[in-house]
């Protein structure tokens, strides 16, 4: 199985501030890797694929990059609806895994 | 597109447990529809994971042999039962949908089941 690693585990910024979250795989992904976002009471929701692929609907100011084995994810200008946890999310092959999540809270 | 599901259940240890995943807006055959759960306080666990077109199956090996997932297609449902239930069963459960090819994009998801196993 692939093993997926995030960091940080948790962080606290304020609203406008830049945060960036960083996912590493045990093994190359090549551009396979998601991002998701789980906020209480709310299914995850996928935000990127392909690495760097905004899914639609989500704002420009999320940004993904990396490839291979390393992966960040950028929020820009963090607003209160990104509060929740972030899962990295290999899609390259069979059993799908997860990173063990960022929760981003707002100061 | 929307993935329904099933309401909460409260079982017993040892109990088995069937969780429905209703599709609607799409065509049913062309996507895989895998199951999902993250416990109180954990994070996302991958269960396994059906073909609703040919109706092959690949489970995480975790599960093996505890759980089986099938499919209707005259209801565009599907359907994941997990028996021997203990204690550390109790989560949410979710199904999500993945096209069949250019990598496994979980990008619609079900509302989510609450399993709770107590005595």
């Known amino acids: 199985d692939i093993q997926m690693t995030q960091s940080p585990s948790s962080l606290s910024a304020s609203v406008g501030d830049r945060i960036t979250i960083t996912c590493r795989a045990n093994?190359?992904?090549?551009?396979?890797l998601c991002w998701l976002q789980k906020r209480p009471g709310r299914p995850p929701n996928l935000l990127i694929y392909?690495?760097?692929t905004l899914q639609s609907g989500v704002p420009s100011r999320i940004i993904g990059s990396g490839s291979g084995t390393e992966f960040t994810l950028t929020i820009n200008s963090l607003q209160p609806e990104d509060f929740g946890t972030y899962y990295c999310?290999?899609?390259?092959?069979?059993?799908?895994?997860f990173g063990g999540g960022t929760k981003v809270e707002i100061k | 597109v929307q993935l329904v599901q099933s309401g909460a259940e409260v079982k017993k240890p040892g109990a088995s447990v069937k969780v429905s995943c209703k599709a609607s807006g799409y065509s049913f055959t062309t996507y895989y529809i895998h199951w999902m759960r993250q416990a109180p306080g954990q994070g996302l666990e991958w269960m396994g994971l059906i073909n609703p077109n040919a109706g092959n199956i690949n489970y995480a090996q975790k599960f093996q042999g505890r759980v089986t997932m099938t499919r209707d297609t005259s209801t565009s449902t599907v359907y994941m039962e997990l028996r021997s239930l203990t204690s550390e069963d109790t989560a949410i459960y979710y199904c999500?949908?993945?096209?069949?090819?250019?990598?496994?994009?979980?990008?619609?998801w079900g509302q989510g089941t609450l399993i709770t196993v107590s005595s």
């Open positions: 999310q290999q899609s390259y092959s069979i059993p799908l895994t």
């Open positions: 093994q190359t992904i090549l551009d396979y």
């Open positions: 999500a949908r993945t096209f069949y090819t250019d990598g496994y994009n979980l990008d619609y």
């Open positions: 392909a690495a760097s």
